[in-house]
């Protein structure tokens, strides 16, 4: 009797496909533990972060009075006679915010509606990555755009503007957030079912009519979510506004005059104006924690919304 030269001649062949099933086991819990690691250092730095900005400021309000910090109309914490009162800084940063929206929320909106209903697929693909490019180009460019250029040519118009304005820093700033309101609102129009345009088609409306009276509707809890997160990205803009509109904390509405906004001032007290420990420093916990929670608030109104008027399709 010949002995096979195949030394697995005997062997079932079918169990050697069979897999280990205790290994694949070991493996799963494996990846389940390591995404579960990660997933908890973002929870924990998240809350590292929360009670950092808590207790410094629990100990700032501890010398200075929260009435006071939200009602006094004077900002001067680095001052001899300091004045704690955020709403001046606040006014600032909706000043910048109101006008970056008015520039990013209609151009926003027509570029999403132009690239998802009448751009053709082959410039929907080129024009859409180009849109997001912009997103990438760094806060500071767009700050020294803004107080180079855009600057310059507005007091071509207004000759009575300062170097330093609010109205160059929300300008500039509506054209950085723009990629976030059109990219992502082109996402929530472009999710809308065909069938509910042909079947608006279908009944006679015209183009303008199918995306005014269906698309947008369907579409409407993605294009809210879209700009709050802007207006998100509003408010906690740094760069842009430390550049262009100034340091210069004064309670105003005129866009033509330099302002301060809250993160401009958290820009100034850590470039070392303040001594560790002070109360002055501590403002800038203080000041943190306000924009913590309006971006807060603001985020929790956007979760609300998409799931009140989010569009389900089967």
Not at 27 to 52: D, E
Not at 203 to 210: N, Y
Not at 272 to 295: C, H, N, Q, R
Request: glycine share 6%; proline share 5%; net charge neutral.
């Amino acid at each position: 009797m010949t002995q096979s030269v195949f030394p697995d001649a005997g062997v079932n062949q079918s169990d050697l496909w069979k897999p280990n099933r205790s290994a694949s086991k070991m493996s799963q819990k494996a990846v389940v533990i390591l995404f579960g690691a990660f997933a908890m250092v973002s929870v924990l730095t998240t809350f590292g972060i929360v009670f950092t900005l808590l207790f410094e400021t629990i100990e700032f309000f501890l010398e200075v009075s929260p009435l006071h910090f939200f009602t006094a109309t004077r900002w001067t914490p680095l001052f001899a006679n300091p004045e704690f009162g955020i709403i001046v800084l606040l006014c600032g940063t909706f000043l910048t915010s109101v006008i970056g929206l008015l520039i990013a929320i209609p151009l926003g909106l027509l570029s999403a509606i132009c690239l998802s209903e009448y751009a053709p697929r082959k410039a929907r693909a080129f024009l859409k990555p180009a849109l997001e490019v912009l997103a990438g180009v760094p806060t500071v460019v767009f700050g020294y755009f803004a107080l180079l250029l855009v600057t310059p040519v507005l007091r071509s118009f207004i000759p009575d503007m300062q170097v330093f304005n609010a109205l160059s820093a929300g300008f500039v700033l509506g054209f950085a957030i723009l990629p976030t309101i059109a990219s992502l609102s082109e996402d929530a129009i472009f999710a809308v079912p065909n069938s509910l345009r042909q079947g608006c088609y279908a009944l006679g409306a015209t183009k303008r009519e199918t995306i005014t009276g269906v698309v947008l509707p369907a579409a409407l809890s993605g294009i809210v979510s879209s700009i709050i997160l802007g207006v998100s990205r509003a408010v906690g803009e740094t760069m842009i506004v430390t550049l262009a509109a100034g340091q210069s904390p004064t309670l105003t509405l005129d866009p033509r005059v330099s302002i301060q906004t809250m993160t401009a001032f958290i820009v100034q007290v850590t470039k070392g104006d303040a001594p560790y420990g002070s109360i002055e420093f501590k403002t800038l916990f203080a000041v943190g924690m306000t924009l913590f929670v309006i971006t807060l608030v603001l985020n929790l109104i956007s979760y609300w919304f998409v799931r009140k008027y989010q569009e389900k399709y089967e």
